[in-house]
């Protein structure tokens, strides 16, 4: 490093070299140094002042100028191993960010994806890159954020009281076919996994507006989860209607209260509460 104290492994090259200090007591500054100790850095502080003036011939006012070169160390510096290769890991994550930017991004949601504060920092940087976020969708979301062409899908995982039992659910009985309509989805879903509160939550997320404005399927809610939870235990008891099959058409029809939207400011902090940030709109702009 040309003499300038870049790494961990500068300033034990100092202290063993110009104030005495052996291995096992170069360990101990080590220490010091990367678990940020104050008492024992004022320990080290002496012995290597000490021992630059006894072992190296060097001026006190010298000592204390290299232990002054030392200090900030103490905040965040690595060893040349470490630095090495966090320097290899930031360039390969500057690569996939400059040439696969809507797939970088997509990653970087799904690992920050329990992180509110995070993944606002995220949203933003996308924003910043004229990256869209699609809302969530029942039938289009997966666990984790998703591309989608030129875009990235939010993630079910990602929505606030939307667990992983109830995501997986959700994924498992998609396979089968893509949900209709709410009465569909609930009929189908599991009711304890895909419970109330998870409901209300992917509602008010947007994950259900390909089915009907959101104040419309959250009056409608209690109706149509009833039936749904009527329908399921009649299936778990082995009751069959005299139809065959025609109480589950029955079910799966979606009547819904025609209410009006809720205002915007409404479907916004709803966003903001379950998503971490405004998705249908910025009340700001």
């Not at 699609?134 to 993630?155: C, M, Q, W, Y």
Request: hydrophobic content about 40%; glycine content about 8%.
């Amino acid at each position: 490093s040309f003499g300038v104290l870049v790494y961990q492994d500068d300033l034990l090259s100092t202290a063993l070299e110009l104030a005495g200090y052996s291995w096992e007591t170069v360990d101990k500054f080590r220490k010091a140094v990367g678990k940020k100790i104050p008492e024992e850095m004022a320990k080290q502080h002496v012995i290597f002042v000490d021992g630059c003036m006894k072992y190296s011939e060097m001026s006190k006012e010298a000592a204390e100028g290299l232990w002054n070169l030392f200090e900030p160390f103490q905040g965040y510096g690595f060893n040349k191993a470490h630095a090495a290769s966090y320097g290899m890991v930031s360039y390969w994550t500057a690569y996939l960010k400059a040439n696969y930017q809507v797939e970088y991004m997509a990653a970087l949601l799904s690992a920050e994806a329990s992180n509110t504060d995070k993944l606002v920092e995220a949203i933003a940087e996308c924003d910043r890159m004229k990256l869209r976020i699609l809302p969530p969708d029942v039938n289009e979301s997966l666990t984790g954020f998703t591309v989608v062409g030129e875009a990235i899908r939010f993630g079910l995982g990602a929505i606030k009281n939307v667990g992983e039992a109830a995501v997986t659910a959700i994924l498992e009985e998609r396979e089968k076919g893509s949900f209709k309509n709410l009465s569909d989805f609930c009929t189908r879903t599991d009711t304890r996994r895909v419970n109330k509160k998870v409901l209300e939550s992917l509602i008010k997320a947007g994950a259900f507006d390909a089915f009907g404005n959101r104040a419309a399927l959250m009056a409608g809610l209690d109706g149509v989860r009833g039936k749904a939870v009527v329908t399921q235990k009649k299936k778990g008891e082995g009751q069959e209607s005299l139809f065959g099959g025609a109480e589950d058409v029955f079910a799966t029809e979606d009547k819904l209260p025609n209410v009006p939207e809720w205002p915007l400011r409404e479907k916004l902090k709803n966003e903001k509460d379950l998503l971490g940030f405004y998705l249908s709109d910025n009340p700001v702009k």
